[in-house]
């Protein structure tokens, strides 16, 4: 959300204002043979925190993104803290607020499954339940001012710092990968063998084109996690992006900041719809690819 100007932060420009804000905390092995941020020729290679955009990049595919992973964590725990503890201090007396709110959330998405899911599994309610809460969280971290977390952190020697999970593509491809084993495993479960028969006889029920359906049939399977996470991704993505070009505004003096603040707080005003709408959709997305994998013909 709010930021200051990037000159007051130490940025040379807009450009490696905005570099530092899309870069993660990204820890690897920098392979020797790269170069590292001043300009020298890493001899040894070796494993460590990136300290630019350029030794995140030469990590490669096996590099972790530190930061991404801890305030996933971090939401998770917070999530199963909050109704473990709602759960144990239940009465069916007067409710608490958390309480009211807790059953609230959960009769929303019970009742979303009894909608969308029509086959028989007491765990897609709490799959689903888990996927919209984590999301949510997740989501609601971009309401935080872009500046504030990065630049406490990099008081303590913490460099880089992205705090919105969702808007890493390791994360939303990730949970939707979660989700598409769970298509996968449901998929042989409940139909066995009519599974890979779904696949090969679709759309036409003739075994001499089984050469064409099935591949365009895997493709359509493998298509859905990719759709499912990117979605997620792009659209945190680009809102995040808004809040920092935004952001720039308060470099530009009075009149610009002003104008910063007022425009900062109207996206934000905007974007509470968009964090919880996108957590939906990718609930019930996830509700309705299982009800597919359990719809036995």
Same mark, same amino acid.
Not at 61 to 86: K, Y
Not at 90 to 98: F, H, L, Q, R, Y
Not at 165 to 188: C, E, H, K, Q, R
């Given at each position: ?23 993660? =905390?990204?820890?690897?092995? =920098? ?43 971090? =939401? ?38 009894? &909608? ?51 808007? &890493? ?129």
């Amino acid at each position: 959300m709010a930021s200051s100007g990037h000159e007051e932060h130490g940025y040379a420009n807009a450009s490696e204002y905005i570099q530092h804000h899309l870069t993660n =905390l990204t820890y690897g092995k =920098l392979p020797a043979g790269a170069e590292s941020c001043d300009g020298s020729i890493v001899e040894h290679a070796h494993w460590g925190l990136a300290h630019c955009g350029a030794e995140a990049k030469a990590m490669g595919f096996n590099a972790i993104h530190v930061d991404s992973m801890l305030w996933s964590i971090g =939401l998770g725990a917070i999530f199963l803290f909050f109704f473990w503890r709602v759960a144990r201090n239940m009465t069916a007396g007067v409710p608490s607020g958390m309480q009211n709110f807790i059953e609230t959330l959960v009769d929303f998405v019970d009742g979303n499954v009894r &909608d969308v899911f029509h086959g028989r599994n007491p765990w897609i309610a709490p799959i689903a339940l888990t996927v919209f809460c984590w999301v949510l969280l997740s989501n609601l971290m971009d309401i935080l001012p872009v500046d504030l977390v990065p630049w406490l952190l990099e008081q303590v020697g913490v460099k880089f710092q992205k705090i919105v999970p969702s808007t &890493d593509p390791n994360i939303t491809l990730g949970t939707a990968v979660f989700v598409f084993i769970l298509m996968i495993y449901y998929s042989f479960k409940v139909k066995g063998f009519g599974f890979i028969k779904e696949l090969s006889l679709t759309p036409f029920n003739t075994p001499w084109l089984i050469w064409f359906n099935l591949p365009l049939e895997l493709v359509g399977l493998v298509a859905k996690p990719f759709s499912l996470g990117l979605r997620l991704f792009g659209n945190l993505y680009a809102a995040e992006i808004i809040f920092i070009l935004i952001a720039l505004m308060f470099g530009g003096g009075i009149i610009f900041g002003l104008l910063g603040g007022v425009m900062q707080l109207a996206w934000a005003a905007f974007h509470i719809i968009v964090i919880p709408l996108q957590a939906f959709i990718f609930m019930v997305l996830t509700i309705v690819y299982l009800s597919q994998a359990h719809e036995d013909h």
